[in-house]
């Protein structure tokens, strides 16, 4: 029975095919948007959380608290010293190393070429703590960090800028008109979400302090340890230590946070994954005009179809064979305009993917659902139609000119 009213349905499609796809054509839409949305929401979480992990599992940030003002928490606190770093790299153990940071922006300026970048002030234990990895020249050293040197290391993008193709090793360029000479160029690394790590300097973390803004502050301090399996018991010691070194009474709030690179992770996957359900919220509207699309096409072809109805109705067809009937009808133009959603949707998701720079991942997931929902709406919205056909009187019907 089935087969005979699924043949119906495509007949009846095939018939009037330019009606057809018009009507299909909200669903395509719909189904397409939502698959290529998702799939950038989808790739934007998936690069994120690549570049993150490239930083190593087994990292712990340690970020300033919040300041209070009003009872409303507002800005970091300035609460991190370099002494603080010291104490961790020196009492915790199973730790690699241990590198405070600081930066800000400025103007970088090499003759009549300047650039606004972000200055960070480091140790040189910060590039391995990072990732990062010296392309040319050498990074500064620890005397350099106990002189308070004016050396700086140049990102890629920043050393494009201001030297094209030539080698910035030994000259000289001026950090908000303070000389520095660059002794390496890091090699390319890539934007960190929404961090461009190849647009910035590094400078010595003493000479950023005494030299240059007049900070005694650090923003975080980066600690790698041997593994992922003793995070936890890193955690705890970088915890007892902070408390300690700031005199914080037992009971009382932390004026700092200790976070692990898994925990920073799982956050960005949170946040990514709430930005992919609004992108498919957005799209997934385009569904419910393509359903009242087909809502309104079924109608018009109950009209149509009256007598033909009544005749069925007639020759013994039931109320329930008819509403199969219309059913199948309108859930087959919303599947097969589903099917084309889904190649249109492959399609726009691959030229996104291979003609920007954004990344896209079309998963197995998002193909179910979305096919799924495209049968729900063209059943969803032909159910009225066929009902209303079901419930046509026999003779009423085969007297509808």
Do not use: C
Not at 39 to 52: F, I, P, T, Y
């Amino acid at each position: 029975m089935f087969r005979i009213i699924f043949k119906v349905a495509i007949r009846e499609m095939r018939g009037s095919l330019m009606r057809s796809l018009l009507t299909m054509l909200g669903v395509i839409i719909g189904v397409a948007s939502v698959v290529a949305m998702v799939a950038l929401g989808e790739g934007a979480k998936r690069d994120v959380v690549k570049k993150m992990q490239n930083l190593g599992t087994n990292l712990l940030i340690v970020r300033p608290g919040l300041m209070e003002t009003r009872h409303v928490r507002r800005a970091p606190a300035q609460t991190l010293t370099l002494t603080d770093a010291e104490l961790i790299k020196k009492h915790t153990p199973h730790v690699i190393s241990v590198a405070p940071s600081i930066s800000q922006s400025a103007q970088v300026k090499y003759f009549n070429r300047n650039t606004s970048t972000s200055v960070f002030g480091v140790t040189p234990d910060y590039i391995t703590a990072r990732g990062f990895s010296v392309k040319e020249g050498k990074f500064f050293t620890n005397l350099d960090l106990a002189g308070s040197r004016r050396v700086a290391a140049l990102g890629k993008e920043v050393a494009e800028k201001l030297f094209d193709k030539f080698s910035p090793i030994g000259k000289t360029v001026k950090i908000n008109g303070v000389n520095f000479v660059v002794t390496a160029l890091m090699e390319e690394k890539g934007e960190m979400g929404w961090w461009n790590a190849d647009d910035q300097v590094m400078i010595p973390v003493t000479t950023f302090q005494k030299r240059l803004f007049g900070s005694k502050y650090v923003r975080e301090i980066s600690i790698e340890v041997e593994s992922e399996d003793v995070m936890e018991d890193a955690k705890e010691t970088v915890t007892s230590i902070l408390r300690k070194s700031h005199r914080i009474a037992k009971g009382a709030e932390e004026d700092f946070n200790v976070r692990t690179q898994v925990e920073i992770i799982k956050s960005m996957e949170e946040i990514t994954k709430t930005f992919t359900y609004l992108l498919g919220g957005i799209a997934a509207i385009s569904l419910v005009v393509g359903g009242i699309g087909i809502m309104n096409i079924m109608l018009v072809t109950v009209t149509e179809r009256t007598r033909e109805i009544g005749l069925r109705k007639a020759l013994g067809a039931r109320r329930k064979d008819i509403l199969k009937q219309f059913l199948i009808e309108s859930t087959t133009l919303s599947g097969a305009g589903g099917l084309m959603g889904l190649a249109l949707g492959f399609g726009m998701a691959w030229v996104i993917g291979e003609f920007s720079e954004w990344v896209t991942y079309v998963s197995f997931q998002t193909v179910a659902i979305s096919y799924s929902v495209a049968l729900f709406v063209g059943m969803f919205f032909g159910w009225y139609p066929a009902w209303k056909a079901a419930r046509l009187n026999p003779v009423d019907a085969l007297r509808r000119e």
